[in-house]
């Protein structure tokens, strides 16, 4: 993205909302915008699967072996479908 200084001619400002590349969750840590935080609970987990293929931002890692494992929180926006979708109570949420 090109810094615009104030003392750029209106002629080569570009317009605004024009997105000039392709963004997503990886390049932006968005857990800064968490107020809800999900808790693993890793003793009442049955490693089922479900809750990692719902997250939207991708914030399950799964290791080699196919285990989920604890929150990535640079990216958990604490949007709770993780919680809703465990059959298990897996995964509580919780005010930060």
């Known amino acids: 993205m090109t810094n615009i200084n104030?003392?750029?001619p209106m002629e080569e400002m570009t317009s605004a909302g024009n997105i000039y590349t392709a963004g997503n969750?990886?390049?932006f840590k968005t857990g800064?915008?968490?107020?809800?935080?999900?808790v693993f609970l890793e003793e009442k987990c049955k490693q089922c699967g479900?809750?990692?293929p719902v997250c939207p931002d991708d914030a399950i890692p799964v290791n080699?072996?196919?285990k989920r494992e604890d929150f990535n929180f640079n990216y958990c926006k604490g949007c709770g479908v993780c919680a809703k979708v465990c059959?298990?109570?897996?995964?509580?949420?919780?005010e930060e």
Not at 32 to 38: G, M
Not at 87 to 94: D, V
């Open 6 to 8: 104030v003392n750029t």
């Open 32 to 38: 800064d915008w968490r107020s809800i935080r999900p």
């Open 25 to 27: 969750a990886k390049e």
């Open 50 to 52: 479900l809750c990692f």
């Open 64 to 66: 080699k072996d196919c």
């Open 87 to 94: 059959p298990f109570g897996a995964i509580e949420m919780k």
